[in-house]
């Protein structure tokens, strides 16, 4: 994984792979949460 990569997969892209599956959803939700955690907290 590339530095910068990540924001993509977390939060979506109109040219992600479509089969994204519920798995994978669960872990865009958790990194969020951790980012928008770290982002109020510090």
């Known amino acids: ?24 959803r669960a872990m865009q939700r958790e990194l969020l949460d951790m980012w928008t955690a770290y982002a109020i907290k510090g």
């Open 1 to 24: 994984v590339a530095h910068g990569d990540d924001p993509y997969y977390i939060v979506g892209s109109p040219f992600m792979d479509p089969t994204t599956t519920e798995e994978d």
